[in-house]
């Protein structure tokens, strides 16, 4: 059984991977509300999903909570706007108020675009359309395949159903003012054949309306991820040359930069604490993963790792910090 944390002032909002607000130095900020996903993918980075084996915690984040610290973090990082980039370590849509959220974001005044990604499983034309009158810019949706049953064992679902995925897909394209970029990952030995179809598709759908139509993804293996047996990671340079010959056969561009979105280098929100530092932290739960305790300190999240037991809610901890790339905090207990 995974705890859950619902969050609606209890806990800062920068500092953890899997909720909150992440700010990576640009005008983009990842907005992420949920960690909760319907699906299992194969090949999902961050093990989401009911047979993640890693995950002891999720989280749900308080929709105008949330909203509050893109607002906030947008004035830190001294800027007037900034691009909210609804994302997830599961999917987005699994949050029960995501429509608000995306009208919250939009009635701030302080976001250039709103943009969502997902995998469809939850998608409906019904709630695209509610979402395009929220005031949502763009989907990212990731179709892995077009086929049926090859698209169940990617998603390591069995109820998954691209057939009504693809059938949204087109009527956003079709009917929508929603800009729709197709994603999929493309995992070598199980989809490569499907990658060309999905291009053909997305073009004849009409999606990019205002941006690229594809962003087509490389699967990795990452530590806490799920690896897919017997498929090893294509080396960069051989996922841009068959990338470059899609282009060439397609005529569109599939090697993306930030630019393309119109994400720019903006201020980064200061670090509060530096790697080596000894500081002392507020634990208040068990950690997202096995051997983390989740804990508080300076107005951020900090996450705990190498433990073991049940996690000492409300006592204090001196750690040191390991991690605060992108003012994400990892520290190991000290006493």
Same mark, same amino acid.
């Given at each position: 059984?995974r ?14 991977? @899997?909720?909150g ?9 990842q907005?992420r509300p ?6 299992s993918?194969?090949f ?7 047979r993640?084996?890693n995950?002891? @915690?999720?989280f749900?984040?308080?929709e105008?909570?949330l909203?509050?610290w ?5 004035k830190?990082?001294?800027?007037e706007? @900034?691009?909210?980039?609804i994302? @997830? ?5 699994t949050?029960p108020?995501?429509?608000e959220l995306?009208?919250?974001?939009k009635?701030t ?6 943009s969502?990604?997902t ?5 409906t034309?019904k709630?695209a359309?509610?979402?395009e009158?929220?005031?949502l810019d ?5 179709i892995?395949s077009?086929d049926k049953?090859?698209a169940?064992v990617l998603s ?9 995925v693809?059938k ?5 394209a079709?009917?929508l003012?929603?800009d729709l970029?197709?994603a999929?990952?493309w995992?070598?030995g199980y989809n490569d054949?499907d990658i060309?179809r999905i291009i053909?598709w997305a073009?004849?759908?009409g999606?990019g309306?205002?941006h690229?139509?594809l962003g087509?993804?490389k699967y990795?293996?990452h530590k806490y991820?799920r690896?897919?047996p017997?498929v090893?990671?294509?080396?960069w340079?051989d996922?841009y040359?068959?990338?470059?010959v899609w282009?060439e ?5 599939l090697?993306l930069s930030?630019q393309?979105?119109g994400?720019?280098k903006?201020?980064r ?5 530096e790697v080596?530092?000894k500081?002392?932290v ?5 950690g997202?993963?096995k051997g983390?305790?989740?804990a508080t300190s300076?107005?951020?999240?900090v996450?705990?790792v190498?433990?073991t037991?049940?996690?000492p809610v409300?006592?204090q ?8 790339k ?10």
């Amino acid at each position: 059984m995974r705890a859950l944390y619902t969050i609606s002032g209890n806990l800062p909002l920068i500092g953890h991977i @899997a909720f909150g607000i992440i700010d990576r130095g640009t005008n983009l900020l990842q907005v992420r509300p949920t960690s909760f996903c319907p699906l299992s993918c194969i090949f999902c980075s961050v093990d989401a999903g009911p047979r993640s084996r890693n995950r002891i @915690a999720e989280f749900m984040v308080d929709e105008r909570y949330l909203v509050e610290w893109f607002v906030e973090t947008v004035k830190v990082k001294k800027l007037e706007s @900034a691009h909210a980039y609804i994302d @997830a370590v599961g999917d987005p849509l699994t949050h029960p108020r995501i429509i608000e959220l995306v009208r919250l974001l939009k009635n701030t005044g302080r976001a250039i675009s709103i943009s969502l990604e997902t995998h469809g499983a939850l998608l409906t034309e019904k709630l695209a359309e509610k979402l395009e009158e929220a005031g949502l810019d763009r989907i990212n949706l990731s179709i892995d395949s077009l086929d049926k049953e090859k698209a169940r064992v990617l998603s390591g679902t069995p109820w998954f159903d691209v057939e009504r995925v693809i059938k949204v897909a087109e009527h956003i394209a079709k009917n929508l003012s929603i800009d729709l970029l197709i994603a999929p990952v493309w995992v070598p030995g199980y989809n490569d054949e499907d990658i060309s179809r999905i291009i053909e598709w997305a073009l004849r759908i009409g999606a990019g309306k205002k941006h690229p139509p594809l962003g087509i993804q490389k699967y990795e293996a990452h530590k806490y991820g799920r690896k897919v047996p017997g498929v090893k990671p294509l080396r960069w340079r051989d996922f841009y040359k068959r990338l470059r010959v899609w282009e060439e056969q397609y005529g569109i561009r599939l090697i993306l930069s930030p630019q393309d979105f119109g994400i720019v280098k903006a201020p980064r929100v200061p670090l509060a604490f530096e790697v080596g530092e000894k500081a002392m932290v507020k634990v208040v739960g068990p950690g997202w993963l096995k051997g983390q305790w989740l804990a508080t300190s300076r107005n951020r999240v900090v996450t705990v790792v190498g433990v073991t037991g049940q996690s000492p809610v409300g006592q204090q901890m001196r750690v040191e910090i390991v991690r605060n790339k992108d003012n994400i905090y990892i520290a190991k207990l000290l006493w």
